[in-house]
């Protein structure tokens, strides 16, 4: 199933274009493409994309995380590219930069919980990673949390590599988080952020 899952949704892909905008930094023309066939669009107020694009399946049904806003995440329909949800626009809130939703949790599970990485606008020095809930996203609810406190994703580690998940019984999930742990190389001496 899991690869099932995984070939469909490489079928989905996007291209962006830049909209010069006179008044401040540049905006994206996002085009989303099924099969290489544009199926729909919207317009990102960043100047990049990064990876705020990620096609996802629950309960059978194709969704896609997105981030129209550089402090919001949104959910959307797919193929219908009709968005579902989003997060409030916060001007100084967490800008989003990539996402993932495992699918090689336990069957009830998949689609129900995704991950965010990013950072607090204006502290760019480190991608942060927080928890999507999408269990609700059918009613319009998105929510986001840091339930893991402040972990920084390790530079050049892709989201998805720095999870690992598995069940153990249904009562006990487990997740495994890639972590950035700085140190002074001669002493050994761990360096808080």
């Not at 626009?89 to 993932?100: A, M, N, Q």
């Not at 406190?149 to 487990?174: C, F, G, M």
Request: net charge negative.
């Amino acid at each position: 199933m899991e690869e099932e899952i995984h070939h469909e949704l490489s079928k989905y892909s996007v291209k962006t274009e830049e909209i010069k905008n006179e008044k401040g930094w540049s905006y994206l023309n996002v085009s989303v493409f099924l099969d290489g066939e544009q199926i729909g669009e919207y317009i990102r107020n960043y100047p990049s994309l990064s990876d705020t694009f990620y096609p996802f399946k629950k309960d059978g049904k194709g969704y896609a995380l997105y981030s129209k806003h550089y402090t919001a995440t949104g959910v959307m329909k797919l193929p219908s590219c009709e968005e579902v949800c989003s997060e409030e626009l916060i001007s100084s809130g967490f800008c989003p930069v990539e996402y993932y939703v495992p699918y090689d949790l336990e069957e009830g599970l998949v689609g129900q919980i995704g991950f965010v990485a990013g950072c607090v606008w204006g502290d760019d020095s480190s991608w942060k990673i927080q928890v999507l809930d999408l269990s609700n996203i059918e009613n319009g609810v998105i929510l986001r949390d840091d339930r893991f406190r402040y972990i920084e994703l390790p530079q050049e580690v892709k989201l998805k590599n720095a999870i690992s998940t598995w069940h153990y019984d249904k009562e006990d999930d487990i997740i495994e988080i890639a972590a950035t742990k700085k140190f002074k190389l001669w002493s050994g001496k761990e360096i808080k952020s």
